[in-house]
């Protein structure tokens, strides 16, 4: 039993957790490992084992993972910040986040970049991108029935529409685009070993960084050429390049692939999105919900907190497992369930509080109309493999699919 402070109805804490749960359950493709749901009953709050021997904590509650993601006594600086999951990240300390990598900081440095990049995300930009999204996916759904009746749906569909999307936004060339996306991609690829994934987000800062000048000689409409009016050094609009690239194109890619594979294995959530496509909003806000592509999240305690009943003392790791927070059935009935016409407001897939993501207004703009349009264009669209036998993808910092072939 749970007590309202989060903690087991008895006053000892459990043990340690020997390691952070990973091991998605067998068949469910699309459901966290199983142990997070024990986890959250028993104790929403957990002391757990790193890699590194730091004895830290884990949170699977939607509440404490929302609570400290808002709490400005806990830090993201990758220096303070524990890994969870064995490999090189868990190995080493991280240094301190370079000049521009906002993500990493806390405020104030944290604040100035985000002021100076949330004036560039305004409404009308959004509505104009919205548009632009909208133009973008016809055409690749134009080219995916030139290519027909079977297409790899990841490739020529999920994959192109993020990718050009950030290209216009940082205005990268047309004829650099192919590079671009393909450096992007590896940087995320933990299959490919680490050696491969800092080459390739080598080449992306050095791509970038050309990128800077040549929008300091010669201003474009698009972000990164508005930010050379500002005070910031070429370093920093590199690493923001960086940043939003890293934010808004790998990770929207996967939402809208896992998107189209559970809703064609779910028959009936599909047709009740093809019946009320003027409902799309709310089922890609339960899609973000029901999928969390990003699985978890880490922050650090500055000084020492209460939380739920415990002593998190400065310097402890807590890892925030929001794929068990989206799945929490005292915010969410029936919460491993995919309900198209659920509100499944305050998901967390976004993060919550200064560091939700900046660009979250557009990634539900792509999946939306890339959902609603896909199956309006091809509403007989089925797997064209057994759903088994999709690909999915295990060695990436993002929950997704290795490809989606397709049929119509």
Not at 7 to 21: F, M
Not at 301 to 309: I, P, R, S, W, Y
Request: proline content about 8%.
């Amino acid at each position: 039993m749970v007590n309202p402070t989060g903690t087991t109805g008895t006053s000892e804490p459990l043990p340690p957790l020997a390691a952070l749960p990973t091991e998605r359950p067998a068949g469910c493709p699309f459901d966290p490992p199983a142990e997070f749901a024990q986890l959250r009953e028993e104790e929403p709050l957990r002391s757990m084992v790193y890699p590194d021997g730091h004895v830290g904590w884990l949170a699977t509650s939607h509440s404490l993972v929302r609570e400290v993601l808002a709490d400005n006594r806990f830090s993201t600086r990758p220096e303070l910040v524990h890994w969870p999951v064995p490999g090189p990240a868990a190995e080493y300390t991280a240094p301190p986040a370079e000049p521009g990598m906002f993500l990493r900081m806390d405020a104030p440095e944290h604040t100035r970049y985000r002021r100076l990049l949330a004036g560039k995300f305004t409404t009308r930009r959004m509505r104009l991108l919205t548009e632009r999204v909208e133009q973008v996916t016809a055409e690749r759904l134009d080219a995916m029935e030139r290519q027909g009746p079977t297409v790899d749906l990841f490739q020529e569909f999920a994959l192109p529409i993020p990718a050009q999307m950030m290209c216009e936004l940082l205005g990268v060339p047309y004829e650099d685009r192919e590079f671009f996306e393909r450096q992007a991609i590896a940087t995320n690829d933990n299959s490919q070993g680490p050696e491969a994934q800092f080459a390739a987000y080598g080449e992306l800062q050095k791509f970038l960084g050309e990128l800077v000048l040549a929008k300091r000689a010669k201003p474009t409409d698009d972000v990164l050429s508005e930010l050379t009016d500002s005070d910031l050094t070429d370093e920093e609009l590199t690493n923001i390049g960086a940043l939003l690239l890293g934010a808004g194109f790998d990770t929207t890619a996967n939402m809208i692939g896992l998107s189209v594979y559970a809703l064609l294995t779910h028959p009936d959530q599909l047709a009740a999105l093809q019946a009320e496509p003027e409902r799309a909003d709310q089922a890609v806000e339960e899609l973000l919900r029901y999928l969390t592509i990003t699985d978890t999240g880490m922050r650090t305690a500055l000084e020492d907190v209460e939380l739920a009943g415990r002593t998190v003392k400065a310097g402890d790791t807590i890892t925030l497992a929001v794929q068990a927070a989206n799945r929490d059935p005292e915010k969410y009935p029936n919460p491993d369930v995919l309900d198209v016409r659920r509100q499944a407001a305050g998901q967390l897939t976004f993060g919550h509080g200064i560091h939700q993501c900046l660009g979250q207004h557009l990634a539900r703009v792509e999946v939306r109309v890339a959902l609603v349009e896909l199956f309006k264009r091809f509403p007989g669209l089925r797997l064209a493999i057994p759903a088994e036998e999709v690909p999915l993808r295990t060695d990436s910092d993002f929950h997704g699919v290795v490809s989606l072939p397709v049929t119509w």
